[in-house]
């Protein structure tokens, strides 16, 4: 227990009581080697995370099933709120997709013509084909976050066999019963624990994970998902991370909204009760929220960040204990904090 953080509750009447069930989900799933390799593709390269999003909430068997799905209104707002673009030439309409705005310079050379000062980016909607799902799937499965097997299904007799990669044998091509020729595909498996952090609780655990990752390696004494007591009520509240440095305690609050809504006022009631023990509150959501509670929490030393900002996350925190910035100086009003 962070001893600090204990003294500074205790002062305001509060109490640490324990750690809350998505605490120990999260500290569970980080002792896991998924865990390590999850982050490392996920902090090298945010479009993991804006796929990996869509990828792992859902159930999905092969390339074709995610391909059919991408045009509901879910993945384009997936899509929309995420930093995910496209790159396209002007010259051969020729598409390299996915990147991240800004990644590469428009002055660059096209792959395909070799023509230069022709790039352009622009928003990544419901546009994805097989082609790029099959690149995505495969990277993940390179980096053993995905298994896949192969299926092999007679069109006439409605069998279906699955051998494992690199098992497969030209005998396999035709049925055996009929000799009709079988139909062929890969289908891919997400681990048990990859799926957990991503569906439990509604809207699993993935935001509150992917923050204390962020956390740890600043600020190693960071508490993770525990309750927090007032000692005149006995009502107790869960906080995702408590950090606490110079007398000043800063809470991060998580809240995983509808994906083709902004967050109202009523979402956030319990942000209140954390703001009473809490000198500042960092709120990470998943989308965009309205204007309504941003203009209501404004002055009220509340930090908003938004999903597709969360790498942000450990620079914001520094600010607020004063600490020399690790990276590009992260202007104050641009988080709503002085």
């Given at each position: 227990m962070?001893?600090?953080?204990?003294?500074?509750l205790k002062?305001?009447?509060?109490?640490?009581?324990?750690?809350?069930?998505?605490?120990?989900?999260?500290?569970?799933?980080?002792?896991?080697?998924?865990?390590?390799?999850?982050?490392?593709?996920?902090?090298?390269d945010?479009?993991?995370?804006?796929?990996?999003t869509?990828v792992?909430?859902?159930?999905?068997?092969?390339v074709?099933?995610?391909?059919?799905?991408?045009?509901?209104?879910?993945?384009?707002?997936?899509i929309?709120?995420?930093?995910?673009?496209?790159?396209?030439?002007?010259?051969?309409?020729?598409?390299?997709?996915?990147?991240?705005?800004?990644s590469?310079?428009?002055?660059?050379?096209?792959?395909?013509?070799?023509?230069?000062?022709?790039l352009?980016?622009?928003?990544?909607?419901?546009?994805?084909?097989?082609?790029?799902w099959s690149?995505?799937?495969?990277?993940?499965?390179?980096?053993g976050?995905?298994?896949?097997h192969?299926?092999?299904?007679c069109?006439?007799?409605?069998?279906?066999?699955?051998?494992?990669?690199?098992?497969?044998?030209?005998?396999?091509?035709?049925?055996?019963?009929?000799?009709?020729?079988?139909?062929n595909?890969?289908?891919?498996?997400?681990?048990?624990?990859?799926?957990?952090?991503?569906?439990?609780?509604?809207?699993?655990?993935?935001?509150?994970?992917?923050?204390?990752?962020l956390?740890?390696k600043?600020?190693?004494?960071?508490?993770?998902?525990?309750?927090?007591r007032?000692?005149?009520?006995?009502?107790?509240?869960?906080?995702?991370?408590?950090?606490?440095?110079?007398?000043k305690?800063?809470?991060?609050?998580s809240?995983?909204l509808?994906?083709?809504?902004?967050?109202?006022?009523k979402?956030f009631?319990?942000?209140?009760?954390?703001r009473?023990?809490?000198?500042?509150?960092i709120?990470?959501?998943?989308?965009?929220?309205?204007?309504?509670?941003?203009?209501?929490?404004k002055?009220k030393?509340?930090?908003?960040i938004?999903?597709?900002?969360?790498?942000?996350?450990?620079?914001?925190m520094?600010?607020?204990?004063?600490?020399?910035?690790r990276k590009?100086?992260?202007k104050?009003?641009?988080?709503?904090?002085?």
């Open positions: 962070n001893d600090e953080i204990a003294r500074l002062a305001r009447d509060y109490e640490l009581t324990g750690d809350s069930s998505t605490g120990k989900a999260v500290k569970k799933f980080q002792q896991s080697q998924i865990s390590k390799k999850l982050f490392a593709l996920m902090k090298t945010p479009v993991y995370r804006a796929l990996g869509y792992f909430r859902r159930d999905f068997k092969d074709d099933s995610l391909a059919q799905q991408t045009g509901s209104i879910n993945f384009e707002n997936t929309r709120e995420s930093p995910v673009k496209k790159l396209a030439c002007r010259a051969c309409h020729y598409t390299i997709c996915p990147i991240l705005k800004g590469q310079s428009p002055t660059a050379v096209c792959p395909k013509c070799r023509k230069g000062g022709c352009i980016t622009d928003d990544w909607e419901a546009g994805v084909d097989k082609a790029v690149s995505y799937l495969d990277s993940l499965r390179k980096a976050l995905i298994a896949r192969f299926e092999v299904g069109p006439s007799c409605l069998t279906v066999t699955h051998y494992e990669e690199g098992k497969l044998t030209t005998d396999h091509m035709k049925c055996k019963a009929c000799k009709t020729f079988n139909e595909k890969w289908v891919y498996t997400v681990p048990e624990d990859i799926r957990l952090i991503w569906d439990s609780n509604g809207g699993g655990i993935w935001l509150e994970w992917y923050a204390k990752e956390l740890t600043s600020f190693p004494d960071v508490l993770q998902g525990v309750f927090v007032n000692k005149k009520t006995k009502k107790a509240i869960e906080v995702d991370c408590l950090i606490a440095r110079k007398g305690l800063v809470s991060v609050f809240r995983v509808p994906i083709d809504k902004r967050g109202e006022t979402d009631a319990d942000l209140e009760k954390v009473k023990f809490s000198d500042v509150v709120v990470i959501t998943t989308t965009r929220v309205s204007s309504d509670v941003t203009d209501f929490y002055g030393r509340v930090i908003f938004e999903g597709k900002d969360i790498e942000a996350l450990p620079e914001v520094f600010k607020q204990f004063n600490i020399p910035s590009k100086a992260i104050s009003k641009d988080f709503g904090v002085k």
